[in-house]
């Protein structure tokens, strides 16, 4: 009888952790982090493919209608997913990590070369902005406002109201190509902040392991300094180095780190280029000697041999969303200690 009681009393605890869905790898990573020990979390846009545009499978579209709690990037990566969320996860405690507590937002960038005004890494400063705590304690809630407001000019203003978010892939039409650059998981900063927002959400719904939650964020965000040292000892002699990525999804790693690519072959949704960007990127490539440009698996490689030919560049293989990496609580480190390497080998 008191082995029984036993039983009962762990399957009642294990009743309790929340079932957690999460949007890509790297956000995946970070809530597992905060959640070893207790539970796992599950993933809906598979590893290896684009956010950009994605059609939920019927087991995704499950994971979404049993969870207690969502954590995204949010509709300014995948605004396919927004109208989904809402839909199918009416119930679930919903984080829009973009503009989370603490969060360091960027604008996208426009044309296919990349102006750095002579300053470097702190030429960037006046683009970015942190996202405060909205009037609920913790930023965030059942219900996500997308309506912020954050001081930046009109022109800058990226409108959702005209994208569809029927949790269909859509390509790329209609997409606004200006605004916040939603690929923020590659500044270090962001992982961490967002590491104890995951911490207190998850607390707050199972204060049961709250203490753990906690304590792995902390250990996560101390996992992330040390990954951060190594990044920049690796980057350190590629000072100055002239590179062009796929399409502009790497400007907080380049900002973070202090090391500005030259330009990209495609906007920061990955639409494919047209002929006269393909040709402005050739120009660029030729006027200013670059040396190294990135592909990335999800796209089209022959973009890439159509940017270098005739050109000294050497082309490599880099990867945002570390589609080869295994997935759990040890794959952010792992991600970007994979694109410094990446991009060392190609550049340096």
Known sequence: MAVSAVFASASAVAAEVPRVVTDIAPVHALVARVMEGVGEPEQIVRSGAS????????????????????????????PWLERTIETVAPDAEVTAL???????????????RFDHGGEGHDGHSDEAHVAEADDDEHGHGHKEDHGHEHDRDD??????????????????????????DPHAWLDPDNAKAWLRVMAETLGRLDPANAETYAANAEDGRAEIDAMEDEVTATLAPLKGARFVVFHDAYHYFEHHFGLPAAGAIAEGDAADPGPARIEEVRELIR??????????????????????????????????????????????????????????????
Do not use: K, Q
């Not at 973009?98 to 296919?112: I, K, T, Y």
């Not at 978010?165 to 859509?170: F, M, N, P, Q, Y």
């Open 51 to 78: 956010p950009h545009g994605y059609a939920l499978r019927p087991s995704e579209a499950d994971a979404l209608a049993n969870a207690d709690a969502v954590f995204w990037i949010g509709p300014e990566l995948t």
């Open 155 to 180: 022109d800058h203003a990226h409108d959702h109201g005209a994208e569809e978010a029927s949790g269909h892939g859509h390509g790329h039409e209609g997409h606004d190509h200006s605004g916040e």
């Open 287 to 348: 006027d200013l000697n670059v040396t190294c440009v990135l592909s990335e698996p999800a796209f089209n490689p022959d973009f890439v041999r159509t940017v270098i030919e005739g050109s000294d560049a050497r082309s490599g293989v880099i990867d945002p969303l570390g589609g080869d990496i295994e997935p759990g609580p040890d794959f952010y480190p792992a991600l970007m200690r994979d694109v410094t390497a990446r991009l060392a080998t190609c550049a340096g």
């Open 98 to 112: 973009l503009h989370a507590p603490g969060s360091m937002v960027m604008d996208f960038r426009e044309g296919p």
